[in-house]
């Protein structure tokens, strides 16, 4: 069932309707989705975004995309105006993952919280390069039942990468010089217009594409405290 019936949040009362089984962040939905032994899919938006908007249109509003979601999910919407520490933490793990951030954010996490692929937004059928959305969700949900030992070392690199990066200017902004000379490497699962997740198969250093990372790095060591401690 959704649960944002009782949020606070007007973006999060904008979902609450949608036939998802949306919940809020916190520790229930992580341990339905340790019960369920299913991945996790964050949602993260504002009520002013366009993009945002559009995804909700197109596949959150749309029977049989929700129908997948609750399947092979627990989903979680999380408005960044109200918990800009959880958007702040997986923008800086999806920009380490070489992608470009932006909103919708749109992670897959273990049950435990942490990232190990993501987006923003994707079209409902292939379109604009992307896949479309309902071929990266069975996608990703096939890597994590069947390919663990792969999940488990990137969230195991992507948690290195993040823990270098909160101690390496603490309190400020990061520069390039310093993401560049974390030199964690990782394989990154891609995903192509078909949404057939390929296995984390292009090698990559964490940092040569990062462009969008934490305004605040004391908070971003609070929230990794919190989800990595």
Same mark, same amino acid.
């Given at each position: 069932?959704?649960?944002?019936?009782?949020?606070?949040?007007? %973006? +999060? $009362?904008? *979902?609450?309707?949608?036939? @998802? =089984?949306?919940?809020?962040?916190?520790?229930?939905?992580?341990?339905?989705?340790?019960?369920?032994?299913?991945?996790?899919?964050?949602?993260?938006? %504002?009520?002013? &975004? =366009?993009? &945002? *908007?559009?995804?909700? *249109?197109?596949?959150?509003?749309?029977?049989?995309?929700?129908?997948?979601?609750?399947? $092979?999910?627990?989903?979680?919407?999380?408005?960044?105006?109200?918990?800009?520490?959880?958007?702040?933490?997986?923008?800086?793990? $999806?920009?380490?993952?070489?992608?470009?951030?932006?909103?919708? +954010?749109?992670?897959?996490?273990?049950?435990?919280?942490?990232?190990?692929?993501?987006?923003? %937004?994707?079209?409902?059928?292939?379109? %604009?390069?992307?896949?479309?959305?309902?071929? @990266? +969700?069975?996608? @990703?949900?096939?890597?994590?039942?069947?390919?663990?030992?792969?999940?488990?070392?990137?969230?195991?690199? +992507?948690?290195?990468?993040?823990?270098? $990066?909160?101690?390496?200017?603490?309190?400020?902004?990061?520069?390039?010089?310093?993401? #560049?000379?974390?030199? @964690?490497?990782?394989?990154?699962?891609?995903?192509?217009?078909?949404? #057939?997740? =390929?296995?984390?198969?292009?090698?990559?250093? &964490? &940092?040569?594409?990062?462009?969008?990372?934490?305004?605040?790095?004391?908070?971003?060591?609070?929230?990794?405290?919190?989800?990595?401690?």
């Amino acid at each position: 069932m959704n649960r944002l019936d009782q949020a606070t949040s007007p %973006y +999060l $009362l904008q *979902h609450k309707d949608n036939p @998802v =089984h949306w919940t809020t962040w916190g520790p229930d939905a992580f341990a339905e989705a340790k019960r369920r032994q299913v991945p996790v899919l964050l949602s993260v938006g %504002y009520a002013a &975004c =366009h993009w &945002c *908007h559009v995804m909700a *249109h197109e596949s959150f509003e749309d029977p049989a995309t929700a129908a997948v979601m609750n399947e $092979l999910f627990v989903n979680i919407k999380v408005d960044r105006e109200e918990r800009p520490d959880v958007d702040t933490i997986y923008q800086s793990a $999806l920009a380490l993952l070489g992608e470009s951030g932006g909103w919708p +954010l749109t992670m897959f996490l273990t049950p435990d919280g942490e990232p190990f692929w993501g987006g923003t %937004y994707f079209p409902p059928t292939a379109r %604009y390069g992307r896949p479309g959305f309902i071929d @990266v +969700l069975k996608s @990703v949900h096939g890597t994590f039942l069947r390919q663990p030992n792969t999940v488990a070392k990137n969230v195991g690199a +992507l948690k290195e990468a993040l823990g270098k $990066l909160s101690s390496s200017r603490a309190g400020g902004m990061p520069s390039l010089d310093d993401l #560049d000379n974390l030199g @964690v490497g990782f394989r990154v699962a891609q995903c192509s217009a078909e949404g #057939d997740l =390929h296995s984390f198969g292009r090698r990559t250093t &964490c &940092c040569h594409k990062v462009r969008y990372w934490a305004r605040d790095g004391k908070r971003v060591t609070s929230v990794m405290a919190a989800h990595y401690g």
